[in-house]
């Protein structure tokens, strides 16, 4: 699987358990919601700063939002 689509996936994974909608969590990290929707659907390259954003909207560290079988070698 393209790491787009698991870097999508796991935003939407913890956007979802929070409850967040994504105009909410595109707020809340100070980026577009169309930008917010590209990325979590795998068709939008996210840069290294706007990931470090999402990532901390979510109230996750980097670490554990990596720590998952899709970045682990569980999905090839």
């Not at 787009?4 to 796991?10: A, F, S, T």
């Not at 409850?19 to 590209?38: G, P, W």
Request: hydrophobic residues 40%; positive net charge.
């Amino acid at each position: 699987m393209d790491i787009r689509k698991r870097i999508g996936l796991r935003i939407k994974e913890y956007r979802t358990n929070l409850k967040l909608t994504q105009e909410a969590l595109a707020f809340k990290a100070e980026v577009d919601k169309t930008y917010l929707n590209e990325v979590e659907n795998g068709k939008r390259n996210v840069s290294v700063i706007n990931l470090e954003k999402i990532i901390y909207a979510l109230e996750v560290t980097i670490r554990d939002f990596f720590n998952s079988e899709a970045f682990n070698g569980g999905i090839s």
